[in-house]
C-alpha cells in the first residue's frame, strides 16, 4: 500500500510559480513510477506529468511542456510538480499518483493522492 497526499496549491497570478509537493507513505514508495494530474470543472482527469522511479525517464502533457518540471526525490519519498509560467487554463484540482512500473502516457496508476486546488487568476 502506498498513501499519498499532496500540498502546495493555492491561488497565483498569472505568469506566477507555484511548487506541488507530493508525499508518499509505504515501504517501497520510492520504487514507485510517479504521475501528476489535473481536472478542472467539467473536464475528465488528465495526465500532466510522469516519471520513473529512477527519475531518469518523463512525460509531459504538450500543454505544460516548457513550463512544469516534475522531479522526485526519494529519500525523502516526495515528488515534485514545478509549475512556471502559469496560465488561468493550468486552473484545476491536481493530484498524484503511483503506478508500479512507468510506462509514459500508457502507464496504470494504482494509488492516488486527495489533491490540491490550484487556481490561476488572470
Known amino acids: 500500500q502506498v498513501q499519498l497526499v499532496e500540498s502546495g496549491g493555492g491561488l497565483v497570478q498569472a505568469g506566477g510559480s507555484l511548487r506541488l509537493s507530493c508525499a508518499a507513505s509505504g515501504r517501497t514508495a520510492s520504487n514507485y513510477a510517479m504521475g501528476w494530474f489535473r481536472q478542472a470543472p467539467g473536464k475528465e482527469r488528465a495526465i500532466v506529468a510522469a516519471?520513473?522511479?529512477?527519475?531518469?525517464?518523463?512525460y509531459y502533457a504538450d500543454s505544460v511542456k516548457g513550463r512544469f518540471t516534475i522531479s522526485r526525490d526519494n529519500a525523502k519519498n516526495t515528488v515534485y510538480l514545478q509549475m512556471n509560467s502559469l496560465k488561468p487554463e493550468d486552473t484545476a484540482v491536481y493530484s498524484c499518483a503511483a503506478a508500479r512500473v512507468f510506462a509514459g502516457i500508457l502507464t496504470t496508476y494504482s494509488y492516488w493522492g486527495q489533491g490540491t486546488q490550484v487556481t490561476v487568476s488572470s
Open positions: 516519471l520513473s522511479w529512477s527519475g531518469i525517464s518523463t
